[in-house]
């Protein structure tokens, strides 16, 4: 895993990117401390899988001794969203 700081992504940016492209993750820093990653668009896809995924276990956690079903959750959620739309 390579390390820049932020002046040296921005001059070294294409360079970058085909590291990424090569499955490389960079992790970007200001003033010595983290601040961004760049990593390849698949592993990004997979975290995001993951979060998601935690997130609806913490909604079910978080529900399930009110009696409410997944049916009904989903059917407010989404009559909800329809709401907003409208």
């Not at 935690?54 to 969203?81: H, M, P, V, W, Y």
């Amino acid at each position: 895993m390579l390390s820049l700081n932020v002046t040296q992504a921005k001059e070294t940016f294409l360079d970058l990117i085909r590291k990424v492209e090569e499955q490389e993750s960079v992790i970007l820093e200001k003033r010595g401390k983290p601040v961004a990653a760049l990593l390849p668009y698949e592993e990004y896809t997979a975290l995001n899988r993951i979060k998601t995924y935690l997130t609806i276990q913490e909604i079910s956690e978080a529900t399930k001794d009110t009696g409410i079903t997944a049916r009904e959750l989903f059917r407010e959620s989404r009559n909800e969203l329809e709401a907003r739309r409208n």
